[in-house]
């Protein structure tokens, strides 16, 4: 008896050391509310005292489905793509970046209700986006009262930064901008003198047809109509008919690819065979899937430039399509520029806060900062509403129906 219960006892102590070793060298949770820490991969040996690292989440939000999906997704790629280069970089400072898409379906309301879960979440110190600007317009209050910094690839609209927002930046030009420089073009070099205007009621939308419409105007240009459509509509033989009773010799559009490109071949089917011009909501290969041939001689006015006109351009487009099977869209080398510049912003406001994990405001106020920073499709410095300075528009012809159209101009400030 004495001997079973020796041995029954010595068993039991072997089988709660085992408990215990497994316990050991499982992954210790944090209950903090802060940054959260991942464990690193390394080798028990290798690994030094403090071998965890700093979870940091930086957010994408564009329309990862519905017809914007294809500019979205470029967003979120171009960022993705920045953050992959730049994480053995980090994880050397003791940090783990994550990107975290959102698809905001280029829907105010979803785009909100994003911003709400991503401020709720402590890790994410920034975020690329939006692409629409009636989505980013709401979404940025939500941002605001966080301190969460947004860097926009491709929102226009004035209202975007005229509320001198502290969390909000753009690395491209403004409607006021980009309106007025497609009206320039429309009236000098088309010679168009009566131009028919249609717009998608958005803020986008709108805003650059009304852009546009004034430039034109004080330019000598006769508008014979403005017309609106609903973004998401299939038949726009109503808005044509109308255009066709006016007989423009110039139409432009201010919306995006999938009822532009509608628009042009319907237009083209009903006999309207007058130039038609578009902004950078055209900027897409999206255009030319929906208009197919008939986007032959379509012109659009884009705040992106085409990056493979340069040597480390093209390099850059090559790497991207090496990475993910197809080539950039209009948007992705801003979305990279992007990310880029928030984690360089991150970066700085960590070796200001002794190495460690820098707070939302730290890199809000550091974005902001930006000053000359050479990015692959731009350079940035932002004023003190979050505008760039450097900002350009340029102008685009499709000559097929191949993506992107050739450039045939480019406008600065």
């Given at each position: ?196 205007v249609i717009q998608d009621k958005t803020a986008y939308g709108q805003g650059l047809a009304d852009a546009f419409k004034e430039a034109a105007a004080k330019q000598g240009a006769n508008i014979v109509g403005y017309e609106g459509i609903t973004v998401g509509e299939k038949d726009f033989n109503g808005v044509l008919n109308i255009a066709l009773s006016k007989k423009p010799d110039f139409v432009f559009f201010g919306g995006l690819y999938a009822e532009g490109g509608l628009l042009i071949k319907q237009a083209r089917d009903k006999g309207i065979i007058v130039p038609f011009m578009g902004a950078d909501g055209w ?131």
């Open positions: 008896m004495i001997l079973k219960k020796t041995a029954l006892c010595i068993s039991a102590s072997v089988l709660a050391l085992s408990m215990l070793a497994g316990c050991g060298n499982g992954t210790s949770t944090s209950t903090s509310t802060s940054i959260s820490t991942t464990a690193s991969s390394a080798p028990e040996s290798a690994k030094p005292s403090a071998s965890a690292k700093t979870v940091i989440k930086i957010a994408t939000q564009s329309p990862l489905s519905g017809g914007s999906a294809v500019q979205g997704e470029a967003i979120k790629l171009g960022a993705q793509m920045s953050l992959d280069d730049r994480k053995v970089e980090f994880e050397k400072l003791g940090f783990d970046l994550q990107l975290v898409p959102y698809d905001d379906q280029a829907d105010p309301k979803k785009g909100v209700a994003n911003a709400e879960i991503i401020s709720a979440d402590p890790a994410i110190l920034g975020i690329v986006g939006h692409m629409n600007s009636g989505v980013a317009i709401p979404s940025s209050v939500v941002y605001e009262k966080n301190n969460i910094v947004m860097v926009s690839p491709s929102n226009t609209a004035t209202e975007v930064t005229d509320r001198n927002l502290k969390a909000v930046n753009r690395i491209v030009a403004r409607d006021d901008f980009q309106g007025p420089a497609a009206a320039d073009y429309a009236v000098h070099t088309v010679k168009a003198k009566n131009i028919f900027d897409s290969q999206g255009l030319v899937d929906v208009a197919g041939d008939k986007v032959k001689d379509a012109l659009y006015a884009s705040i992106s430039t085409d990056i493979t006109k340069t040597p480390d351009g093209q390099k850059w487009a090559d790497q991207y399509k090496t990475k993910f099977g197809k080539a950039p869209d209009g948007y992705s080398a801003y979305a990279y520029d992007c990310m880029t510049i928030i984690l360089n912003a991150i970066k700085t406001a960590s070796s200001a806060n002794g190495g460690k994990a820098p707070t939302r405001e730290q890199v809000r106020d550091a974005v902001r900062a930006t000053k000359d920073f050479q990015g692959v499709a731009t350079k940035v410095s932002f004023d003190g509403k979050g505008d760039n300075t450097y900002a350009k528009v340029f102008i685009y012809k499709f000559e097929g129906p191949k993506y992107p159209g050739a450039m045939i101009s480019e406008v600065g400030k």
